[in-house]
């Protein structure tokens, strides 16, 4: 696993952005170990989110070694500025330097960022909401290939 943390020096060392990723297991093993989830969690809730991303990097990318860009995350004021990218570079500098595919779960709003770059979309997975706490949510598996010249310009590489 590679994280990167980016801190606002002028403002007492602020977390404002970070991203993680997992390095390709060559036997194609995807288990992520998740700590103990608190029984006041919604189960229902839980496995779609935390399970429903687990069984769709695996509908998607199967046993094939592939890296995963787990995490990426911008404090809202520091968001459109290139840190989504400056994060994620160093996971598709990997891919292209192995052959690799990047699997990666999107937020709507965050989809746009990764399309940018080339990643293509998979499918969705909804979590269901809970009236007067949350709307119903969507997150989208996508993938980007360094075999795809195209995707390769669109990150730059």
Do not use: C
């Not at 496995?47 to 199967?62: C, P, T, Y």
């Not at 994620?88 to 690799?100: D, P």
């Not at 809970?130 to 590489?157: H, Q």
Request: proline content about 8%; hydrophobic content about 40%.
């Amino acid at each position: 696993m590679k994280t990167f943390v980016v801190e606002d020096l002028s403002k007492g060392n602020k977390l404002v952005a970070f991203h993680r990723s997992h390095v390709p297991q060559a036997d194609g093993n995807q288990d992520i170990p998740m700590p103990p989830v608190p029984d006041s969690w919604d189960p229902e809730i839980t496995d779609a989110l935390w399970g429903g991303m687990a069984r769709s990097r695996e509908r998607v990318m199967g046993k094939k070694p592939h890296w995963m860009a787990e995490f990426t995350a911008i404090v809202p004021g520091y968001q459109n500025s290139g840190l989504a990218y400056t994060l994620s570079n160093w996971v598709f500098r990997q891919s292209v330097a192995t052959g690799l595919d990047i699997y990666a779960d999107a937020t709507m709003k965050g989809l746009p960022i990764w399309k940018h770059y080339g990643l293509e979309e998979r499918g969705i997975i909804t979590i269901p909401g809970r009236p007067g706490y949350f709307d119903t949510y969507e997150v989208v598996p996508i993938v980007w290939s360094p075999k795809n010249k195209a995707m390769r310009d669109a990150a730059k590489l």
